[in-house]
Every structure is written in structure tokens, then in C-alpha cells.
């Protein structure tokens, strides 16, 4: 991986993650309590109640997402980033740029379900 390849990739996880702690803090908001006096009617409570699942739930995939852009953030600048952990082969440049997180290429991902 060139040295150019390279800041690219870490300038996208900054991008990434800066727009994940954004998205972290207004799901933060969206999952606060509902107060029990709140004067809806008994169906949009129940809306409101499934709604902040579903929030709770994409907070959940955002806050792993947080945490694997850190941790591709903190080896980026290691000769072994880029390389699939599973066949040690390198993994495309256009993956790490859409996935800069990547510790699998393709074909080991799809062997692993992931």
C-alpha cells in the first residue's frame, strides 16, 4: 500500500468516525426514557416505546462500529494493515475504502458469514 493509499484511508476513517459519534449522540437522544405521564394515546406510546427499540438497537451497531473505525484507526499506520486475518492475502484498496474497518477480504468474509 502506497503512502498515499494510506492517508487516504486514514482521512476516511476520520470522516467515519466523526460521522459516527454524531450519529451515536442523536440516537443517544432518541433512546432517553419515555415519562410514564406523558399524555399520548395508549397506541402512539406503544409506537414510541418500538421506535426507541429500534434505536436502542442501531445505538448497539453504531457504538461496534465505533469501536472497530478506532481500532483500524489505531493500526492504519502498521505495515500489516490491509491484510485479510484469515489468508494473510491484502485486502482491495476499494474495500478499505468503503469498509475502512475491513480485517477480511471478500472471499474470507463470505466464508464467515459476515
Known amino acids: 500500500m502506497s503512502p498515499q493509499e494510506r ?7 476520520i470522516n467515519d468516525l466523526n460521522f459516527v459519534k454524531k450519529e451515536i449522540a ?3 437522544e432518541k433512546t432517553a426514557p419515555i ?3 406523558c399524555s399520548l394515546g395508549r397506541l402512539t406510546r406503544q409506537e414510541m416505546i ?3 427499540q429500534v434505536s436502542e ?5 453504531a457504538e461496534i462500529r465505533l469501536n472497530k473505525l478506532t ?3 489505531s493500526k492504519v499506520d502498521k505495515e500489516s494493515f490491509g491484510e485479510c486475518m484469515e ?5 482491495p484498496l476499494a474495500r478499505l475504502m468503503l469498509v475502512p474497518e475491513s480485517v477480511y477480504c471478500m472471499e474470507c468474509a463470505r466464508e464467515k458469514s459476515l
Open 57 to 61: 438497537h442501531a445505538l448497539h451497531e
Open 71 to 73: 481500532f483500524a484507526f
Open 35 to 37: 415519562a410514564p405521564d
Open 87 to 91: 489468508c494473510e492475502e491484502d485486502i
Open 50 to 52: 418500538q421506535e426507541q
Open 26 to 28: 442523536d440516537l443517544q
Open 7 to 13: 492517508a487516504d484511508i486514514k482521512s476516511k476513517i
